[in-house]
């Protein structure tokens, strides 16, 4: 275990601070210090919040002394995305339309962190409106890959990516509709886990039906105790599910010896970049070792999922945008401008088939998946590319770009299943590759028990990037 | 299912109350396109008695290996 306290995972910090091995004082400052160092580089932060940050960590070192503990990351310091809500606070979501935004309410996800003792760094960056899968942002700057300055981080979680990976924050809140979690954490080298639809509210993070909220952090184990303080029902969200939650903890603790993982045929094995091919075929290698049985699958036609996904994403995002598309279009960045208003052309009949045909496509593949426990495919075909060849901004080819890199990530999105990205490998040229585990409605806790032998067995996970 | 043309792309705004130019129009139809060739042979086929809310029923299916 690290004795620099930035470096920790989130268990072991919130261990470390429970036994006083660390103040929070100390855990902060460590962490403030990684980001006056990385922040000019990356750009991952939207706000710093250095003074109210050391004075929570002091009021929960103060309650520690005294006996009492506010709950499992009692002072541990965090940041998330810009888009949850907190009262008080300025929530850009990214944008130049809200700019000046401060929520009244806070957040459900947010609110279960904060009751269980977490305090507050600042706020991430991200792509405007969570609407873009690379991290360039018009108003506030692309963010930057840790790994290499030049690439990007993937979004729409941008600043969450780059932040967990430089280790700046111990974890981060991301969300996912159409890779959001995935692709940074593929990208920046993070475990990222995107929730089934239901399982985590979406109360008071900008929701729209494909939105998942869920963590991007260092290892599956920390991401397992994030998902278990986080998840259930809310009364502000009915679409999160009651009913009582598995021990996420608990599950990652078990072998992989028996399970079956399924490797598909098509679709997400085709027109793969050769070092992601080496590393998908790497990871299935490593499973194998720890006591998994590898069997092909046949998916259905996961283009039609892709497909499916657009429709639906696209005319969502013009229906929640329109009063501002109406009323202040100069204010958004080019891009999502574009791409907001390809919704405005997409017929409600064709929205409400595609709605109608998520439970059937869900049941599909729900039977073509029968007789395995989880599927591995890559996030996307490429490791990161560079800032300068992904700003396509609003350029006819733009939306095909955009859908190329997320081809892997959108299916999924559409059938509302949980997934988990594991840091799998890095190319020749020093990138992180990350692989997706995808499993049953609400069975994070069998990705998560992969993710974590899969980590018991290699280091990727455990790579920082150092600064140029 | 037949992708929409730019001409009904510009008329399709125009009711939508955000007007676009002719060439937005094609840049949309040109963005948009794909999802409709990919989703046309779903298109159509969809049984009378099946509402969005079937995803929920599968979804909180007891599905085991």
């Not at chain 1, 261990?15 to 990385?38: D, G, H, M, P, Y």
């Not at chain 1, 429709?311 to 598309?325: I, S």
């Amino acid at each position: 275990m690290s004795t620099e306290p930035a470096l920790l995972s989130l268990t072991e910090v919130a261990r470390a601070i429970a036994q006083k091995r660390f103040s929070s004082r100390e855990v902060t400052l460590a962490c403030l210090n990684r980001v006056a160092q990385w922040q000019p580089r990356l750009n991952a932060f939207m706000a710093i919040e250095t003074d109210e940050a050391l004075a929570a960590a002091d009021a929960a070192d103060a309650a520690l002394a005294k006996g009492n503990s506010n709950g499992a990351l009692h002072g541990v310091p965090l940041a998330h995305k810009d888009m949850y809500y907190e009262a008080g606070k300025i929530v850009t979501c990214g944008s130049h339309i809200r700019r000046d935004f401060v929520a009244t309410t806070t957040s459900t996800a947010l609110q279960r962190l904060k009751d269980a003792g977490t305090i507050r760094l600042g706020s991430l960056q991200m792509a405007e409106f969570a609407y873009g899968p690379t991290g360039h942002n018009t108003h506030y700057g692309p963010v930057h890959n840790p790994w290499a300055v030049d690439r990007v981080t993937g979004g729409s979680s941008s600043g969450s990516g780059a932040a967990v990976a430089a280790r700046l924050t111990f974890a981060a809140l991301g969300s996912d509709t159409g890779g959001s979690i995935r692709m940074p954490a593929h990208f920046c080298g993070v475990t990222g886990l995107k929730t089934t639809v239901g399982r985590i509210s979406r109360a008071g993070a900008m929701p729209q039906s494909l939105d998942t909220v869920g963590p991007l952090a260092r290892t599956a184990l920390d991401c397992a105790l994030l998902l278990g303080l986080m998840a259930g029902a809310d009364a502000d969200d009915p679409t999160a599910v009651a009913g009582p939650l598995p021990d996420y903890m608990a599950a990652t603790r078990e072998s992989i010896k028996g399970l079956k993982i399924g490797v598909p045929t098509a679709f997400y094995v085709d027109d793969l970049d050769p070092e992601v091919e080496r590393i998908l075929d790497d990871t299935i290698t490593v499973l194998k070792r720890e006591g998994a049985e590898i069997v092909q699958v046949e998916l259905p036609d996961q283009r039609q999922l892709t497909a499916a996904c657009q429709l639906v994403l696209a005319v969502e995002a013009a229906a929640f945008h329109k009063r501002w598309m109406i009323e202040r279009p100069q204010d958004y960045g080019p891009q999502v401008l574009m791409r907001l208003q390809n919704g405005l052309a997409i017929p409600g009949v064709s929205y409400l088939e595609a709605m109608r045909w998520r439970g059937p496509a869900l049941a599909a593949y729900l039977a073509a998946v029968a007789g395995v426990d989880a599927v591995i495919a890559p996030v996307a075909p490429v490791a990161a590319p560079t800032i300068a060849e992904s700003d396509v901004g609003n350029s006819p080819d733009a939306e095909a770009v955009i859908q190329r890199l997320t081809r892997f990530t959108r299916p999924i999105n559409y059938l509302g299943l949980p997934a988990l990205a594991i840091p799998s490998g890095f190319t020749k040229s020093g990138l992180p590759v990350g692989m997706q585990l995808i499993g049953r409605s609400f069975d994070e806790a069998m990705l998560l028990r992969i993710g974590a032998a899969f980590q018991r067995a290699t280091d990727f996970h455990a790579r920082v990037p150092k600064p140029a | 299912m037949t992708k929409p043309s730019p001409k009904e792309i510009k008329a399709m705004t125009d009711v939508a109350g955000l007007p676009v130019s002719a060439d937005v129009a094609a840049r949309i139809a040109g963005s948009i396109g794909p999802a409709f060739e990919g989703f046309a042979a779903v298109a159509g086929t969809l049984p009378f008695d099946l509402e969005p809310a079937s995803f929920l029923v599968v979804q909180a299916a007891k599905v085991s290996k």
